[in-house]
C-alpha cells in the first residue's frame, strides 16, 4: 500500500468510526433543534413537566398546580397572589409567607405586602433591589439583598439595615423556587444544549461539535484525496 | 453636548435616587423634625376611601397610610403612578399648609425635572379646597405631564389625608 493510500484509509476509518458514533447524538441534537426552533408552533412544549424525578431533577419540589398561602384562601402561582374576587398581587418570586398580629405578611422579592386574610392590601413596603432569601432570628424577620442586610419591622412596618448580623443562621431560599413551573421547552432545550446533565453535559456537546467539525474535514479531504 | 451632559446628570440622579430610598426617606424626616417622632397610622374609611378615588382617578392602592406627627406639623410619604412606575413623595404639611414636597424615588425615564427645586417650591403655601382642587396654580414641565400631574394629585391626597385628621 503506497504511502498516499494509507493516510486515505487512515482518515477514511476514523471518518467511518466518527460517523457511526455521531449519528444518534446527530438525530437528537437535529430532531431537538427543529422543536426548539418551533416551540409557538408546537402547543405541546408549552405544557409543564409533572413527573416528579424530572422535576427532582430540577431541585424542584413534587407539581403542584398552585402554592397555597397559609391561614388565608390565597395561593401563589405564576409570578402573583391570587385571592378569589381580588385583583392578583404582583409578586415575581415569592419568599416567605406567613401569619403576623397585624395581618398576613407576603415577602416577595420587591415587595414586601401587608394583607388582610381575604387579600386587600393593607401596606406594601417596595424596595429596589431584589431580596433573595430570608431567616428569622428571634421572632425578626431578617431579609437578604447581595451582601446587605435589612430587619422588617412589622409594627412600625418599616425596614432597615442590619450591619452586624451576629446570629449564624441559614438563609432560607424563596418558597416559590420549588414551585416553578417547568415547561416542556426547557428541558429540551438543556438536553438540546446537554445543560440537562450539568457542566459535563455541556463539555459533552461541546465534544460532539468538535466531531462534527472533524467528520466535515476528513469527508472533505479523502474526498480529495481519491480525485486525485 | 452639554444637552448630553445634561441627560447623563439626570440618569444618575434618577439611578442614585431608585438605589437610596430609603436612605432618601430617613434623611427626609430628619430634615423635617429635630428628633423624628414614631411613625402612625391612618386607615382609609369609606368616605376617605371615595374621596382618594376622586382625587387619584383610582383607589389608593392600600388601607392605611404611615405618617409622622409633631403638633399640627406632619409628615407623610405617599406613592403615585406617574406613567408606569410608582413616584414616592415626602410632603410637610403645616396647619392644613404645604410646607414642603420633595420627591424621595422616582423610577420614570422621563420626566425628572419635577424632582428639581424649582418645580417643588411652587407647592409650598398650597391649601386644599373644598373641591379638592389645590389653592394654586402649578406651572407644568413640557414632557413631564404624567409626572406633574402625579405630584399634583399626591399633594391633593396628602393635604386630605391631614384634614381628616383635624375633623
Not at chain 2, 12 to 37: G, M
Not at chain 2, 99 to 104: A, F, H, K, R
Request: aromatic share 12%.
Amino acid at each position: 500500500m503506497s504511502k498516499k493510500n494509507h493516510w486515505r484509509f487512515f482518515i477514511l476509518r476514523w471518518h467511518k468510526r466518527i460517523g457511526v458514533f455521531l449519528a444518534i447524538f446527530a438525530i437528537w441534537i437535529a430532531a431537538s433543534g427543529f422543536f426548539l426552533n418551533h416551540t409557538e408552533d408546537f402547543d405541546f412544549l408549552d405544557h409543564s413537566v409533572k413527573n416528579t424525578s424530572i422535576r427532582n431533577w430540577y431541585g424542584l419540589t413534587q407539581y403542584t398546580e398552585h402554592l397555597p398561602l397559609q391561614n388565608s384562601s390565597g395561593y401563589w402561582q405564576a409570578g402573583a397572589l391570587n385571592f378569589s374576587e381580588k385583583a392578583s398581587i404582583p409578586c415575581t418570586q415569592l419568599l416567605h409567607f406567613y401569619s403576623a398580629s397585624v395581618g398576613n405578611v407576603a415577602i416577595c422579592s420587591s415587595d414586601i405586602y401587608l394583607l388582610s386574610t381575604e387579600g386587600d392590601i393593607i401596606d406594601k413596603i417596595h424596595h429596589e433591589k431584589p431580596f433573595t432569601a430570608y431567616t428569622e432570628i428571634s421572632g425578626n424577620m431578617h431579609l437578604k439583598q447581595g451582601n446587605s442586610t435589612f430587619l422588617l419591622d412589622i409594627n412600625n412596618w418599616f425596614l432597615s439595615s442590619v450591619d452586624n448580623l451576629t446570629s449564624n443562621s441559614a438563609w432560607s431560599a424563596p418558597l416559590s423556587d420549588h414551585y416553578t413551573e417547568l415547561k416542556l421547552s426547557r428541558v429540551l432545550q438543556d438536553l438540546h444544549s446537554g445543560r440537562f446533565f450539568g457542566k459535563a453535559g455541556v463539555y459533552f456537546v461541546d465534544g460532539l461539535a468538535f466531531l462534527l467539525i472533524i467528520l466535515a474535514l476528513s469527508g472533505l479531504v479523502s474526498f480529495l484525496k481519491k480525485k486525485k | 453636548m452639554c444637552i448630553f451632559l445634561r441627560l447623563m446628570f439626570i440618569s444618575l440622579v434618577a439611578i442614585s435616587s431608585q438605589v437610596s430610598k430609603a436612605d432618601a426617606s430617613a434623611d427626609f424626616l430628619q430634615s423635617a423634625f429635630n428628633t423624628t417622632p414614631s411613625s402612625k397610622f391612618l386607615w382609609f374609611t369609606p368616605a376617605l376611601k371615595a374621596q382618594s378615588k376622586t382625587i387619584l382617578g383610582h383607589e389608593y392602592p392600600a388601607l392605611r397610610v404611615k405618617y409622622w406627627a409633631e403638633g399640627k406639623r406632619r409628615v407623610w410619604i405617599l406613592e403615585e403612578i406617574g406613567k408606569e412606575q410608582p413616584i414616592t413623595v415626602g410632603i410637610v404639611i403645616n396647619s392644613g399648609e404645604v410646607e414642603q414636597v420633595q420627591v424621595l424615588a422616582y423610577r420614570e425615564s422621563r420626566g425628572g425635572e419635577v424632582q428639581e427645586d424649582f418645580f417643588t417650591r411652587q407647592f409650598k403655601k398650597i391649601r386644599l379646597l373644598d373641591n379638592y382642587k389645590l389653592s394654586k396654580k402649578i406651572d407644568g414641565i413640557t414632557g413631564a405631564t404624567l409626572s406633574v400631574r402625579a405630584l399634583q394629585n399626591v399633594t391633593r391626597l396628602a393635604l386630605l389625608l391631614d384634614t381628616s385628621l383635624n375633623t
